[in-house]
């Protein structure tokens, strides 16, 4: 069953703590993406990977980290110093040189 | 700076009549446009896309159209149905990273 998951579907971080969320992928696809989708507003980028042990910073990679040692995975650690972390973080990948980009399920993160 | 704009928060339809999503962009040098279907707590589906070599891109359903002069896109869904219900994000992309820069989405209602 080929996809993308995305584990856990629902994360707690206590204050001062860093999280990892999971992103794996079986289809051989080269890129993976992560972003963030806040309440009645669009998804925007955090991190990207376009081959494995290279990645780069979207628009809002302060406060975040990533890997990318395997080409199925690419984890998002949620490190203490980003201060707003409650969102709904969705991982996508796209192949090759095509443009349509395909998402997971999504995590939801919240702050305890 | 948003680069990519939905404009109406919402937009609601009867069932079979058509329903006219849209979306501008600033940036001129987006080549490649997209749109998106997203459910509650789930991950965006891809509906359909479109080059900027094009004006015009069917499948099915779903008609997106292009005017590049307006830097304006806009999707159509005809005839809607209730299980289109749901919130549409437009995303651009320029180059060849597969950077989507993402539109706030437009929550469409179609009523039967």
């Known amino acids: 069953d080929g996809g993308i998951t995305q584990s856990p579907k629902y994360l707690f971080r206590k204050e001062g703590q860093n999280v990892t969320l999971s992103c794996e992928q079986n289809l051989n696809h080269d890129a993976m993406y992560w972003y963030r989708q806040d309440p009645g507003q669009g998804l925007r980028l955090i991190y990207y990977?376009?081959?494995?042990?290279?990645?780069q910073k979207g628009d809002i990679a302060e406060g975040y980290s990533v890997s990318r040692e395997k080409k199925e995975s690419f984890p998002l650690t949620v490190t203490s110093a980003q201060k707003n972390p409650t969102a709904f973080y969705l991982c996508?990948?796209?192949?090759?040189?095509?443009?349509?980009?395909?998402f997971g399920p999504g995590t939801r993160l919240l702050v305890l | 700076d948003q680069q990519v704009k939905q404009n109406s928060p919402s937009l609601s339809v009867q069932e079979g009549r058509i329903s006219i999503l849209n979306c501008d962009y600033t940036n001129s040098m987006f080549d490649y446009f997209l749109w998106y279907k997203k459910y509650p707590a789930e991950g965006p589906t891809f509906l359909i896309s479109?080059?900027?070599?094009?004006d015009k891109n069917e499948d099915g359903r779903f008609t997106v159209f292009l005017n590049k002069s307006a830097k304006h896109l806009s999707l159509h869904i005809v005839p809607s149905q209730p299980g289109d219900s749901a919130v549409y994000f437009c995303a651009a992309s320029s180059g060849n990273t597969g950077k989507l820069i993402f539109g706030q989405g437009t929550t469409l209602q179609v009523k039967p």
């Open positions: 996508a990948t796209r192949q090759g040189a095509r443009e349509t980009q395909y």
């Open positions: 990977s376009q081959i494995v042990n290279d990645f």
């Open positions: 479109i080059s900027s070599i094009k």
